[in-house]
């Protein structure tokens, strides 16, 4: 029968004289301290505990160490308990959080063994405990729990003997006592059933769902589960309530359970340990900072543009490592803060009034490193939800956020640019007025990342918003409302909408004319997107002589080399190449070659007129020359803009137009098939530039004369091109007629 004590007994003085030890009476078995219970689904943890089991065979010490609630002292008592099932005769518990505490259940345990009959002094009467268990041929375990302190505990290990000591802590200096077992949180698997058995509930997919939010974290888990069993909420439910809540609410104490805090105080009773020795503040305003900046680390580099210094962080980001309130990652460069963690931490600052300056500081950092070329677009969109309520850091923020997307666009990030970029446009119509600055420019913003994603349609909704703002604000005869007009016709083109795309320019055609003049950029940039929208529609009849036109008018008002001039002849050219006039457009192409090579001033893009201007000398016959252009722009493509960037794709697409124009059948289909497979995936499978790309297979297919394939392929892009754009639009009959001549196709089309 396994003897039950306690490891804080009433000690009492003995009389002057009587501080020796007393003969032993060795107990037949011995326990002291309070082993935990069992919990309710309780995790059988056997990875670890195998690794606690062969520390302990080879050190006879082991230290479990984690951050709170990871479930140290469970594992702890899981082992215990088998080794009482196992049959060992003394296990001593101690909560160990300072010297005094073990001092005093030693102490006890001299008492309760017999080796004093009665305590004068604990120091003593301790050491004479240890010193007994040394020379115990039976084997002892002894725990110290929650110990913080290596030196407070390094005086009371046991060197010799057959003592087997397990000690827990969050302190990773406890490393040096060797034996290490690193307690994490549950496997994912583990924590979904956990957590549906202690919230009663057998969903279990939706179990794993709220426990990922949780980081599967045995404490955590242990008091939702409570929370939902106790209020009757569904996983959804708690999960939702979850965000917005305080962890006070979401995540209690649970009545009955050994441990005896929140998830959220015993967080911050390990971050008092660390502030309480940093008079200078700099753990707490580094906390405030990892908190606030992305949860998916913060590069210590940019930590140490903080005004206290690299000196002074890095101590202090030692001592919260060393408390296990942070991580880094492999290399040590970057800092990680568990998401409750940082949770906490906001929290705190919130409560206390410090979050709006938190923000502020933050601002002002990432301000100051994206000034020295420092990539922190992770950390802007954190700080933006953060702080867009907050009127004293709106300006530098929002010039923080557009210059974010301009970054990812810099990196080819285009897919996140647009994202971001629509996000900041719908926050800052929430929170600013209509005609605010910061509004237009974020307008502007999503235009332009948008186009260069060819996500067309998404823009287009937002372009709307403008124009009507434009017309209620300035009228119908602003040229702001003529360039929103403008924009608004560019992006439906763009998009495939074509009708909408004519019936829109011609209006502004005729707006410009009226407002602004013959002579006005406005009515030569609504003059060109006209004549391009007839060129998408295939009436090049109706196309050329309005581009015609346009060149004339823009070499007339500013000159043969201006960049509207340049443009205006690159489109002609475009179109006489499209029109069976490959010479005299390979003649435009080489006469703007001049100009932009003579005008490094103008940020001109690299692939665009080159990409045309070789197309042109395809269809002009001089093929080895195209394809080894197309072939040069294609690589330079891939290596500039990353592989799944629309202007590379179009580059390819272009080389492969190049290829099959000169015969070279097999690799150009090789190169349409990529071609859809990469615009169906960064793209969409139903965008018009996805199912243009498979109509182009389908014809390059023809063309190499497996006319059955090509059948199915452009019989299955005109079903689509019927669900998607409708049976009359331009595309869907373009495709369609494909279909009829199939058999007749001997060449790709221009």
């Known amino acids: 029968m396994v003897g039950i004590g306690v490891a804080y007994l009433q000690l009492r003085r003995t009389p002057q004289g009587k501080t020796g030890p007393a003969p032993p009476v060795t107990p037949v078995s011995l326990v002291l301290g309070d082993i935990p219970r069992q919990p309710l689904a309780h995790v059988e943890r056997e990875d670890l505990l195998l690794r606690l089991t062969q520390a302990l065979e080879q050190e006879k010490l082991s230290v479990l160490v984690g951050r709170k609630g990871s479930g140290k002292t469970h594992l702890a008592a899981t082992h215990v308990r088998g080794r009482l099932g196992g049959g060992i005769g003394r296990v001593i518990w101690i909560v160990a959080e300072d010297a005094a505490a073990i001092v005093t259940a030693l102490a006890a345990t001299a008492l309760r063994c017999g080796i004093v009959d009665e305590i004068a002094d604990t120091v003593p009467a301790a050491r004479h405990a240890l010193r007994w268990l040394e020379q115990q041929p039976d084997p002892t375990l002894l725990v110290l729990d929650n110990a913080t302190d290596p030196d407070a505990i390094l005086g009371w290990l046991p060197t010799t003997g057959n003592v087997e000591v397990i000690v827990t802590t969050t302190n990773q200096d406890f490393i040096v006592f060797g034996g290490v077992v690193p307690v994490g949180p549950f496997e994912p698997a583990q924590a979904a059933a956990f957590l549906s058995a202690r919230a009663s509930n057998d969903d279990v997919a939706r179990a794993g769902e709220v426990a990922l939010r949780l980081e599967n974290l045995p404490l955590a888990l242990a008091q939702a589960g409570a929370v939902i069993r106790r209020r009757r909420l569904s996983f959804a439910q708690y999960l939702k309530e979850f965000e917005s809540v305080p962890l006070a609410t979401s995540l209690p104490r649970v009545p009955g359970e050994n441990y005896p805090s929140s998830l959220e105080d015993a967080t911050l009773l390990s971050i008092a340990g660390v502030e309480n020795g940093d008079a200078g503040g700099v753990v707490r305003r580094l906390l405030l900072m990892v908190a606030t900046l992305s949860e998916a680390g913060v590069g210590r580099h940019i930590l140490h543009r903080l005004p206290d210094g690299p000196l002074d962080v890095d101590h202090a980001l030692a001592e919260l490592a060393s408390a296990s ?61 953060a702080g867009l309520g907050d009127s004293s850091v709106f300006a530098a923020l929002v010039e923080l956020r557009l210059w974010s997307i301009n970054r990812l666009v810099d990196v080819n990030e285009l897919d996140r640019a647009v994202q971001i970029a629509g996000r900041t446009l719908t926050d800052l119509q929430a929170a600013t007025s209509t005609g605010d600055d910061h509004l237009e420019h974020a307008r502007q913003a999503f235009r332009r990342v948008s186009v260069l994603a060819d996500r067309y349609l998404e823009a287009i909704p937002f372009v709307e918003e403008d124009l009507a703002e434009c017309l209620r604000k300035a009228g119908p005869d602003s040229s702001t409302t003529i360039a929103a007009r403008n924009s608004l016709g560019y992006l439906c083109e763009c998009g495939g909408l074509l009708d909408r795309a004519i019936e829109i320019h011609a209006l502004n055609l005729a707006e410009s004319l009226r407002v602004c003049g013959p002579d006005a950029r ?184 497996r006319t059955r394939r090509a059948s199915a392929i452009l019989r299955a892009v005109l079903d689509d091109y019927v669900r998607v754009l409708g049976p009359d639009h331009p595309y869907t009959r373009t495709a369609r007629s494909t279909l009829a001549r199939v058999r007749e196709v001997r060449a790709f089309p221009v």
């Open 325 to 385: 309130i942070i991580g880094f990652d492999l290399e040590g460069a970057t800092v990680l803060m568990h998401r409750l963690t940082r949770k906490v931490v906001v929290e705190r600052a919130r409560r206390q009034g410090q979050d709006r300056a938190a923000v502020a500081e933050a601002v002002d950092l990432l301000t100051r490193v994206r000034e020295a070329g420092i990539d922190v677009v992770d950390h802007i969109d954190e700080v933006w939800r």
């Open 522 to 705: 406005s009515t030569m940039a609504a003059r060109i997107n006209m004549a391009s929208t007839y060129r998408s529609m295939g009436r090049m009849a109706d196309a050329v002589p309005i581009f015609e036109e346009n060149l004339a008018e823009n070499i007339r008002v500013h000159g043969p080399g201006d960049p509207s001039s340049v443009n205006a002849r690159g489109e002609l050219a475009r179109a006489y190449v499209r029109s069976g006039r490959a010479e005299e457009g390979l003649r435009l192409h080489e006469e703007n070659r001049v100009f932009i090579e003579n005008a490094p001033s103008v940020d001109w893009d690299e692939f665009w007129w080159s990409q045309y201007r070789a197309t042109a000398y395809s269809v002009a016959g001089q093929h080895d020359e195209a394809i080894s252009q197309l072939r040069a722009l294609a690589a330079r493509a891939g290596e500039t803009l990353t592989e799944r960037n629309p202007r590379a794709i179009r580059m390819r697409l272009s080389l492969a137009r190049a290829l099959i124009t000169a015969g070279k059948t097999a690799e150009a289909v090789r190169l349409f098939e990529r071609t859809v497979d990469d615009r169906s995936k960064v793209l969409g499978p139903d965008h018009t530039a996805s199912l243009n790309a498979r109509r182009n297979l389908g014809l390059a297919v023809a063309v190499s004369g």
